[in-house]
């Protein structure tokens, strides 16, 4: 089976925007992959001029949450590290090893790498040169939240515009539709750090399982 790879451009977020940009693009992806009928839902998010697609599925948005939680919590011990959370999908069969007894083997034909660099703003360091000239602090630190803002929101329509130009072009890796009755492939969300080597081998072996992946950045 065909393995298709995606690496998502990397993104630059503050803590607090790390929710709101992951829920994005992991609905976003979840939507175009969705299956069978749906009740889409359109969502306006509160820090940027940007709208994306829900699949209206009550358990894959608990799941989402979950693991964006998790995503937190893990830039929260590691502050220093670039994070990243794999979404991969995958083909699930059974397979007869005896008689009497069988197994269930997962075919991963497409992976999905969504990377984040979080700000880390020391405690007691601005960030600014003590050869700056001197502002009001409250009229500096407003115009940098817009610019950076500005910045985040124009990276974040790229990431979009990269899976839909991913979903449109790639296609004959996908699997035949398993259930109508499923609103997604069968699919898992991984998070990792940029140190994590358990995290990287289990990638590796998942390919040699499905065959040599193709990229596109």
Same mark, same amino acid.
Request: aromatic share 0%; glycine share 0%; charged share 35%.
């Given at each position: 089976m065909n393995c298709e790879v995606c690496q998502l451009k990397? /993104?630059?977020v503050e803590h607090f925007e790390i929710r709101q940009v992951l829920r994005c693009i992991l609905h976003t992806i979840m939507f175009h992959r969705a299956l069978g009928l749906l009740r889409p839902k359109d969502v306006d998010l509160e820090l940027f001029d940007i709208t994306y697609t829900q699949c209206g599925d009550v358990e894959v948005e608990k799941k989402i949450e979950e693991k964006i939680t998790q995503f937190i919590d893990r830039v929260e011990k590691h502050p220093?590290?670039?994070n990243q959370i794999c979404l991969s999908f995958c083909e699930v069969k059974n397979k007869q090893t005896s008689w009497f007894a069988s197994k269930v083997e997962r075919f991963y034909w497409e992976y999905w790498y969504i990377?984040?660099? /979080?700000?880390?703003h020391p405690k007691g360091h601005s960030g600014k040169s003590h050869l700056s000239k001197v502002v009001d602090p409250g009229e500096?630190?407003?115009e940098e939240t817009s610019a950076q803002r500005t910045v985040l929101e124009s990276s974040l329509r790229e990431v979009m515009f990269q899976i839909i130009k991913f979903v449109n072009e790639k296609k004959d890796h996908i699997p035949a539709i398993p259930n109508l009755e499923c609103v997604t492939f069968p699919y898992e969300i991984t998070i990792s750090s940029s140190s994590d080597s358990a995290f990287g081998m289990d990638v590796?072996?998942?390919m040699l399982q499905t065959g040599h992946p193709t990229m596109l950045s």
């Open positions: 990397e /993104v630059d220093n590290r670039k990377n984040l660099n /979080v700000a880390h500096s630190a407003c590796i072996r998942r």
